[in-house]
C-alpha cells in the first residue's frame, strides 16, 4: 500500500504562470523523490511600471513515500 504526502511550495518566472510551475516542480524533484502529480493552488504576479514583472504560482506537490 502506497502512501502519499502533499507539500505546498511558491515559484516565480519573469515569462509566464506555465513557466513558474516548470521551474517549481524542477526544483522540488532535486529535494523531493516520487513526485506524482501537481494541484496549482493560487497564481499571482507583481507588477513594476505598469508591467507584469514575475508571475507567481503557489502549488501543492504530492509525492509518494518511501518504504
Request: aromatic share 4%; no cysteine.
Amino acid at each position: 500500500m502506497a502512501v502519499a504526502t502533499v507539500t505546498k511550495i511558491t515559484a516565480g518566472s519573469p515569462t509566464s504562470f506555465e513557466d513558474a510551475v516548470k521551474d517549481g516542480v524542477s526544483r522540488a524533484s532535486k529535494t523531493l523523490r516520487n513526485i506524482t502529480g501537481l494541484h496549482v493552488v493560487d497564481q499571482k504576479a507583481s507588477i513594476s511600471g505598469g508591467k507584469i514583472a514575475e508571475y507567481r504560482v503557489t502549488m501543492e506537490i504530492t509525492f509518494v513515500l518511501e518504504d
